[in-house]
């Protein structure tokens, strides 16, 4: 008898010690909130050099991980593809663009280029949602506005508010680039604060609203939230906060030139941008900041104030987020993730486009923008822009925090990791499993690594090159080589002649082209640019040309 009762005991013992250790497990695996903002510049934020106040990203640089080299994709929604994929932006059927509202859909085009997310990829959303996180959305999707089939909470998100869309105005959204709740469009969003509605708040606003029901109906259950919040800001059409563009008014009448120094020698101090390394020149098309007249000077500093009252803007709401974190005992187990899409946007010719002066017909724009002069700025020190593959298009900012796993440090994280490493890094610290097949459709593998081992500033210990390719712009990234192009196509040959050549540990702004005195590694690194991109069926291209396409941008400009 007291034989069988020790037995007993001991099966319960041991029933309650694998319960615990499995809530244990349970409850230590990090909630994820993954953070994208649009359009923003590589030396914006404080922490990358910028004078905008962003104390709330700098905190979690200055308690986390700072990448001084991450890659986006060049552009909003190949970016994005990969964001959610893990995988090349072909992969995903997003090779270009997506198809805008009203248009139709791009099953005609090569699958690459089909302009929405097809089933041969899952989203970290879906990754998640079989490894029993709850998972919720915020903000821009812009993976396919007319196929509803990949749309947020069909592809693995149970809660959605944002704008399916690329664009839309800040103040006054409309259709068919409004707010969208779940599936439902709403014509008139209602404003989430004490002032007018605004897409940066009500993103923010809707995100907590989430995570607190979340809190409520898993109050016993410790299970964890997977959170991506897309900010559309600072994205065109540029439009803020009258209290907040009052913090910059007559900060820029410094002009383009002196702010490139400025930031640029703040980048030098902090180690972000190494000793040696030289600041690109003004952009050709650029003017000379003295060379406007006193009224064009107050115009373009006020473009800018704006602009830099909608970064300072979403760095308050991400304080605000941070604070709810903390005050829900949510913070110390929660990994932050920060980025922007692609560099600064130099759509609007040199000096920018759209009303600014008018406040009323200002915040009913639907793209005004800064231009040239400015984003050559945002992007210091390096040239070029979105779009591009050199630096100034496909550099960004990117931030680890998670108090439980990082301990803050002084260093930059120096090297090269780029998006398809997101969802490697997340299905790591979440104890998720990427799936070979997903309702019954083959899924492609990933490329990417994880970047837990940089949270204890360990080496990545990567084997294989980075690439990427956008509108026949692309790179390839081995070591310190850097091999990027402009017009690289089957129609061009994959001449040499389109390829730059670049030492980006000694010349990190590309001002020194070494393609000529190194034909050889140009050859080399070519020949595995090739084999990518037939792998990931870069080309065929689609029938437009890129010549085609651009001109029919300006005529009608979406993101």
């Known amino acids: ?43 914006d934020i404080g922490c990358y050099g910028g ?100 749309w947020p909470l069909q592809r693995g998100y149970e809660k959605y508010f944002g704008c399916v869309s690329g664009a839309t105005r800040f103040f006054h959204p409309i259709e068919p680039r409004g707010m969208t709740l779940g599936n439902e469009n709403i014509k008139t969003p209602p404003s989430t604060t004490d002032r007018p509605f605004y897409t940066t708040d009500a993103f923010t606003d809707y995100a907590i609203r989430f995570l607190g029901e979340h809190q409520q109906e898993n109050s016993q259950k410790e299970k964890p939230f997977f959170l991506y919040l897309a900010y559309t800001a600072p994205h065109w059409p540029l439009q803020a906060h009258e209290e907040d563009i009052d913090k910059y008014r007559g900060k820029y009448k410094i002009g383009w030139d002196k702010l490139r120094k400025q930031r640029f020698a703040r980048q030098k101090k902090s180690g972000l941008i190494s000793a040696g390394t030289k600041l690109s020149p003004r952009d050709k098309s650029v003017p000379a900041w003295d060379s406007l007249s006193a009224e064009k000077q107050k115009e373009m500093a006020l473009k800018m104030a704006i602009y830099a009252a909608m970064v300072d803007r979403v760095d308050q709401n991400i304080g605000k987020l941070v604070n709810w974190l903390k005050d829900h005992r949510q913070y110390e187990n929660t990994l932050i993730l920060f980025l922007s899409d692609n560099g600064g946007c130099a759509e609007g010719g040199k000096l920018g486009r759209g009303e600014f002066l008018n406040i009323e017909k200002r915040n009913q724009e639907t793209a005004n923008s800064y231009g040239t002069a400015w984003a050559n700025a945002s992007n210091t020190p390096f040239r070029l822009y979105k779009h591009y593959a050199h630096e100034g298009g496909s550099a960004t900012p990117f931030i680890m925090h998670w108090p439980q796993q990082i301990r803050p440090s002084q260093k930059w994280f120096r090297e090269p990791a780029q998006l398809i490493d997101v969802m490697p890094t997340i299905v790591d610290v979440a104890g998720a499993s990427y799936p070979k097949e997903h309702k019954g459709k083959s899924i492609h593998t990933l490329d990417g690594v994880s970047l837990k ?22 790179f390839v990234r081995a070591g310190n080589w850097k091999l990027v192009g402009r017009g690289v196509s089957p129609a061009s040959g994959l ?33 595995q640019w090739q084999a990518w991109a037939k792998r990931v069926n870069v080309f065929p291209k689609q029938k437009k040309s890129v010549k085609k396409l651009r001109k029919n941008r300006k005529k009608e400009p979406k993101k």
């Open 51 to 150: 004078e905008i106040e962003t104390p709330n990203i700098d905190a979690l640089a200055a308690g986390g991980v700072r990448f001084s080299q991450f890659y986006n994709s060049g552009r909003c929604c190949p970016t994005r593809a990969t964001l959610m994929t893990g995988l090349h932006p072909h992969q995903t059927g997003i090779g270009w663009m997506t198809n805008p509202p009203g248009k139709k859909r791009g099953d005609s085009k090569p699958p690459a280029y089909q302009g929405y997310l097809n089933r041969n990829c899952v989203t970290v959303a879906e990754v998640l949602k079989q490894a029993n996180y709850a998972t919720y959305m915020a903000g821009k999707w812009h993976l396919g506005y007319t196929v509803r089939d990949c």
């Open 453 to 474: 081992p940089a949270m204890k500033g360990k080496s990545l210990d990567r084997a294989a090159p980075l690439f990427i390719e956008h509108e026949n712009n692309a």
């Open 1 to 43: 008898m007291n034989s069988i009762k020790s037995l007993f005991c001991l099966a319960l013992f041991l029933t309650l010690f694998t319960s615990r250790s499995l809530y244990a497990v349970e409850a230590s695996r990090p909630n994820v909130i993954l953070i994208m903002v649009d359009d923003m510049g590589f030396s």
């Open 495 to 527: 001449k040499p002649e389109k390829w730059e050549l670049y030492d980006v540990q000694k010349d990190r702004t590309e001002l020194n082209n070494l393609a000529s005195s190194r034909p050889e590694k140009v050859n080399e690194l070519s020949a």
